[in-house]
């Protein structure tokens, strides 16, 4: 069964700062890796995702993540936060061939808090 | 552009009472339809999935039925609501499988 770590449930960082919230995964399989972020009282929206081809994706705000094969892990990365990415951000997979419809798995979510 | 609305925003309802909660999509055909909730530290989870009219696939025993009467209609009911069903429902759509999911702005339920 697939699932999914992170590592920190909380992260405070200074605004301007760089910032590292780190994901791991548990599969033996192929896998479609997602990070999701959720301000207070909303749904989640979809942040980046890797799905295959290269390792290293983007979003158009600033964030990235590098998919790590060997380690199992998918961390998000921004060099310089603003306050607005004060959020919750949560990592998810879902396991090629595991089931028909492509579960997908949270983990518990990290919360990042950028102070001024 | 695909939008997922769900309604209502907030609800409060007594222990014992019905529960009725709507998810549309517009803007795409087929998509596969799912039910979470997320309570306070416990992440999401899972509560159903469809991927067609009238097939509806449970994760989890509980209080909960959901049915999907059009295709991009999905709806979360209770005959008797419990306090343990407080919480954060959202609904996600996706393109078939292997996919990303989108949600949508999510139900705040409070059982009393």
């Known amino acids: 069964a697939q699932s999914v770590t992170q590592l920190d449930s909380q992260v405070p960082v200074f605004e301007e700062a760089p910032v590292e919230l780190r994901c791991n995964y548990s599969?033996?399989?192929?896998?479609?890796l997602f990070w999701y972020v959720q301000y207070p009282n909303q749904g989640l929206q979809l942040l980046l995702k890797y799905l295959s081809g290269s390792t290293l994706v983007e979003s158009i705000n600033g964030f990235e993540a590098e998919f790590n094969k060997s380690q199992t892990s998918f961390h998000l990365r921004k060099p310089s936060v603003h306050i607005s990415d004060t959020a919750e951000y949560f990592c998810a997979v879902i396991t090629a061939g595991g089931t028909s419809y492509g579960k997908l798995t949270f983990g518990q979510g990290t919360i990042l808090t950028v102070h001024p | 552009s695909q939008t997922i609305h769900q309604w209502p925003a907030t609800l409060v309802q007594p222990v014992g009472s019905p529960l009725s909660l709507e998810c549309t999509v517009e803007?795409?055909?087929?998509?596969?339809l799912y039910w979470y909730r997320q309570a306070a530290g416990r992440g999401l989870q899972l509560l159903f999935y469809?991927?067609?009219?009238?097939?509806i696939s449970s994760e989890v025993p509980q209080n909960l039925s959901a049915s999907r009467p059009q295709d991009r209609q999905f709806i979360l009911s209770s005959k008797k609501l419990l306090l343990s069903d407080s919480g954060f429902y959202l609904c996600?759509?996706?393109?078939?499988?292997?996919?990303?999911?989108?949600f949508g702005p999510g139900t705040r339920l409070t059982v009393l």
């Open positions: 996600a759509w996706s393109r078939g499988n292997y996919n990303e999911q989108f």
């Open positions: 803007g795409t055909s087929n998509p596969n």
């Open positions: 599969s033996s399989v192929s896998v479609y």
């Open positions: 469809s991927v067609g009219i009238g097939q």
